[in-house]
Antibody, heavy 123, light 107 residues
Framework: EVQLLESGGGLVQPGGSLRLSCAAS????????MSWVRQAPGKGLEWVSA????????YYADSVKGRFTISRDNSKNTLYLQMNSLRAEDTAVYYC????????????????WGQGTLVTVSS | EIVLTQSPGTLSLSPGERATLSCRAS???????LAWYQQKPGQAPRLLIY???SRATGIPDRFSGSGSGTDFTLTISRLEPEDFAVYYC????????FGQGTKVEIK
């Protein structure tokens, strides 16, 4: 059974940093691209970032480019999102999601999602 | 960058009725890299449709997707009580934007 468990969310001041983790199980982690998608309170979904199965290619939404860094440790089956220079508009539930296709490319729909971790940026 | 616009914003229907949701892209979506997701309150999204028209694993056949280029449609043939939710389209090409969502509510 595929499981994705996010952690690391919390309250942080504007300008601060936070690192999210997503522990994956139930599939061959290194074979699949992974993504982060966020949802501000009461709002829609916003794609944030994606990483190929090998970790060699990364992609970002313009809204987070230069501030957020996605990475993965395939030996630990864990996905990360390092968030720096946080702003109030980054407040959201952050979901990690698994790519559907098993060739590691990030051009893939997202077939499994974690339950999310809440990040609140406020002074 | 592709922008996806969903319509209507809210659809008020009764169980048993047919729901037709639209997703329009600002430019052509390559190779029909278009997906639909369902989200219920307090839950993570669930993949329904990918490649514009292929149902994901375990999705009932009352859900169907169609379209190409810039115009895509999600159809729910007969609404069941559990289908009342918010639906999002997503383009999963070079950028991966979502539409703003369509809420299907009980009339």
């Amino acid at each position: 059974e595929v499981q994705l468990l996010e952690s690391g969310g919390g309250l942080v001041q504007p300008g601060g940093s936070l690192r999210l983790s997503c522990a994956a199980s139930g599939f061959t982690f290194s074979s699949y691209a992974m993504s982060w998608v966020r949802q501000a309170p009461g709002k829609g979904l916003e794609w944030v970032s994606a990483i190929s199965g090998s970790g060699g290619s990364t992609y970002y939404a313009d809204s987070v480019k230069g501030r957020f860094t996605i990475s993965r440790d395939n030996s630990k089956n864990t996905l990360y999102l390092q968030m720096n220079s946080l702003r109030a508009e980054d407040t959201a539930v952050y979901y990690c999601a698994k790519g559907q296709n098993d060739y590691g490319d990030y051009v893939t729909p997202l077939d499994y999602w974690g339950q999310g971790t809440l990040v609140t940026v406020s002074s | 960058e592709i922008v996806l616009t969903q319509s209507p914003g809210t659809l008020s229907l009764s169980p048993g009725e047919r729901a037709t949701l639209s997703c329009r892209a600002s430019q052509s979506v390559s190779s029909s890299y278009l997906a639909w997701y369902q989200q219920k309150p307090g839950q993570a999204p669930r993949l329904l449709i990918y490649g514009a028209s292929s149902r994901a694993t375990g999705i009932p056949d009352r859900f169907s997707g169609s379209g190409s280029g810039t115009d895509f449609t999600l159809t729910i043939s007969r609404l069941e009580p559990e289908d009342f939710a918010v639906y999002y389209c997503q383009q999963y090409g070079s950028s991966q934007p979502f539409g703003q969502g369509t809420k299907v509510e009980i009339k």
